[in-house]
């Protein structure tokens, strides 16, 4: 067995780059055990297992680090990743669907790069802001963030941050009622991270293509690609991409009339998204699992649908909020619009 903690911080380090974050995780926590002694070895082992929990949607176990990594470099001095911890912190809370304070951080850590005129680490937070802004359902203002960001990633060269921004613009595109665009900006991506070698790139840009084919209305075209994207995210483990991979696979299923296998997905999904606390995918499993529970209880249906509702407000989700609304008035006006395909 391997006692030199850098020996085993290079061995995660090399885990980690090839997408095996699980077979990563045990050797940075040795390395972290054996670096008493050197605090930069042990700020960067905090750092990486932060990173890595945060991959495969250990996001409470990734905040504890993010935090311990904080209080390491602030005595180290390093005002530099001290921001990088706050940002890491920042994005493990807009996992769980805590935008507010995720926006907060954010805001500090961006004021803070600018100060130090650090433009990797002002491109990285325009990315995580504007995808907290996509959670809080400010789509204009996450698609400008999401450019701002791609511009100085591509300024610099950094074809893994022009990746994740195209992702992003993906993203909020569909959600913005632009599945088109939302499909050109995935392929893009998807092209990029194959190049790249990015397993979790190419995952996530195969998840985001299925979901501008469903928006479109190709709902069995949409069903190889997060076949695709499933099989990389068992790969990976990463147990929240993996849950909403599902549920939009769920909702193809949904809009085929298949509705045994579409609530089997929203079920896994679900209980995926409950052990990871991420408050926002539950809403989504609600909102999934009311529609099919209304066919034939409608009564239960509609509870279901008006727990997601009251959810989605108390969390602050402006776009599910919205989606309960009309999906409640149409289960009281025309019932028979039931299923409706969400983005």
């Not at 380090?13 to 090839?18: D, Q």
């Not at 789509?139 to 921004?165: H, I, N, P, Q, T």
Request: with cysteine; glycine share 10%; aromatic share 10%.
């Amino acid at each position: 067995m391997v006692s030199n903690p850098y020996t085993l911080f290079g061995k995660a380090e090399r885990k980690r780059r090839l997408s095996k974050f699980l077979d990563a995780i045990p050797l940075y926590l040795e390395a972290k055990r054996l670096s008493s002694v050197d605090k930069e070895l042990k700020s960067s082992c905090y750092f990486a297992l932060g990173d890595t929990y945060r991959m495969v949607g250990e996001f409470t176990k990734a905040s504890r680090c993010y935090i311990e990594a904080h209080g390491l470099v602030k005595r180290l001095g390093d005002e530099v990743r001290a921001l990088d911890a706050l940002v890491g912190l920042g994005l493990s809370l807009r996992a769980t669907g805590d935008f507010r304070n995720a926006l907060s951080i954010f805001d500090k850590a961006l004021k803070g790069y600018r100060d130090m005129d650090d433009r990797g680490g002002e491109a990285f937070t325009l990315w995580a802001r504007a995808g907290a802004l996509r959670i809080k359902g400010d789509l204009k203002g996450a698609l400008k963030g999401f450019k701002e960001a791609r511009a100085l990633f591509a300024r610099m060269k950094d074809g893994s941050g022009v990746g994740y921004c195209l992702t992003g613009l993906g993203g909020a595109s569909r959600v913005h009622g632009r599945p088109r665009d939302s499909h050109k900006y995935y392929i893009e991506a998807n092209r990029a991270f194959r190049r790249l070698k990015d397993t979790f790139g190419v995952a996530y840009s195969y998840c985001g293509i299925a979901n501008s084919l469903r928006m479109q209305g190709d709902f069995k075209g949409s069903l190889g690609f997060f076949k695709k994207a499933k099989e990389n995210y068992r790969k990976i483990g990463d147990k929240v991409s993996y849950a909403y991979t599902l549920w939009g696979e769920g909702s193809s299923l949904q809009m085929l009339g298949k509705d045994a296998p579409a609530l089997e997905d929203f079920r896994e999904a679900q209980r995926l998204f409950k052990e990871t606390k991420d408050r926002r995918g539950v809403v989504y499993c609600l909102l999934s699992i009311g529609q099919l529970e209304f066919k034939g209880d409608r009564k239960k249906g509609l509870r279901r649908l008006s727990l997601a509702s009251d959810t989605a407000k108390a969390l602050g989700l402006s776009v599910e909020a919205g989606y309960a609304k009309v999906l409640l008035r149409a289960a009281e006006k025309r019932p028979e619009a039931l299923p409706m395909n969400l983005a």
